[in-house]
């Protein structure tokens, strides 16, 4: 029997999550049974195009549906409140970076799912990239030497804050809406820990010329128990021309090798008349039909969600229990010690000092 996966906020990333799920259900393995959406107009598109049961409350969703797992989609700070909801109705949860924007929620979250023996795990889906895998692959088997140091950007258009999200963006920060990714990728990538935290920002240019009142940009160095040192520069200003909505990479040097990955721009390229210069991340999303002329979505921005459906099958079919799956996925630990370093680059930023977490 396929797990039955509820999802809830169908906003513009919650579109990869109905995606993702319905696209399990060709092959059996999940089925998206319900969504939970709060704004009437867009709950009634998500009926029509994906045929399933669509809430205005989340708690009716829980109540009503016979569930076992749910992904959380919605704004960060609404995270906390829904996933202890959900846990505590025995739901395994799916939740988008970051797990919480306070330490408190990420433990408050946690205890929930401990308490109701569910899985909790965060969609941190920079780990499951080919190419991030691959460098994760070497570091582990220690062909790159000691880690020494290295450097992450990870820059959004302006379209983000100022035409997607204006809402809420005043609630969130470059930092805990692209930060928390690589945060996460390079603690996964060389198994160390944030050891302390240095940042500064800019907070200008949103508030004064577009009313959205959240940082600009921030940079943060972040030294880890293991020796290493890395910099992380995020924001959400490039300007509208540029040629693909988001610019990223790392480079990471050690004792006995380099390795520099531009997670932007794959290769692909193109230059249309209406639409000027882009280029494309094919590993995140491809857009495919299958045999059957059926959408599909294939690469690690739906691989990441579809690894819960499974991974939710398998406690469901008694073939793994969570102690066996410790490490196999990023978990609410793994989300707790993200959230930590993100909260210590704002600590940073308003006291001017250097922050210790360990």
């Known amino acids: 029997m396929p797990v039955k996966i509820g999802v809830i906020g169908a906003g513009k990333f919650g579109t990869n999550h109905l995606n993702a799920f319905r696209q399990m259900s060709y092959t059996g393995v999940a089925e998206l049974a319900a969504v939970a959406e709060a704004n009437p107009a867009r709950a009634e598109e998500v009926r029509k195009e994906y045929g399933c049961p669509v809430y205005l409350d989340y708690h009716e969703m829980l ?79 220690g062909e790159m030497g000691d880690i020494l140091y290295g450097s992450v950007y990870m820059e959004d258009r302006i379209d983000v804050p100022v035409d997607w999200f204006p809402h809420w963006a005043p609630n969130s920060s470059p930092t805990w809406f692209l930060g928390v990714h690589f945060f996460d990728l390079v603690r996964w990538a060389i198994k160390s820990e944030a050891r302390t935290v240095f940042a500064t920002g800019s907070r200008k240019f949103l508030k004064e010329v577009h009313g959205v009142d959240t940082w600009d940009s921030i940079s943060a160095k972040v030294d880890f ?93 008694g073939v793994k229990t969570l102690n066996d799956m410790s490490g196999m996925y990023p978990s609410g630990e793994d989300g707790r010690e993200v959230t930590r370093i993100a909260v210590a680059v704002h600590e940073s930023i308003d006291t001017g000092q250097v922050i210790k977490l360990r």
């Open 225 to 317: 128990v293991d020796g290493a040192s890395f910099n992380f520069d995020v924001s959400w200003i490039l300007p509208r021309g540029f040629e693909s909505i988001v610019n990223q990479a790392i480079r990471v040097v050690g004792t006995k090798g380099v390795w520099e990955i531009d997670s932007q721009d794959r290769g692909s390229r193109s230059c249309i008349e209406d639409e000027g210069m882009r280029t494309y991340n094919n590993n995140f999303l491809r857009e495919q039909t299958d045999k059957y002329g059926r959408t599909v979505y294939r690469g690690y921005g739906a691989e990441s969600i579809e690894d819960f459906a499974y991974n939710v099958a398998l406690l469901k079919d």
């Open 63 to 141: 109540e009503k549906v016979d569930l076992d797992g749910v992904s959380v989609v919605t704004p960060d700070h609404l995270h906390r409140q829904i996933t202890v909801d959900a846990a505590k109705a025995g739901k395994h949860v799916l939740v988008e970076k970051p797990l919480d924007t306070t330490v408190e929620g990420c433990d408050a979250m946690i205890r929930a799912a401990k308490d109701s023996r569910v899985l909790l795990q965060v969609d941190f889906h920079k780990r499951y990239d080919p190419d991030h895998r691959a460098l994760e692959a070497r570091v582990k088997a």
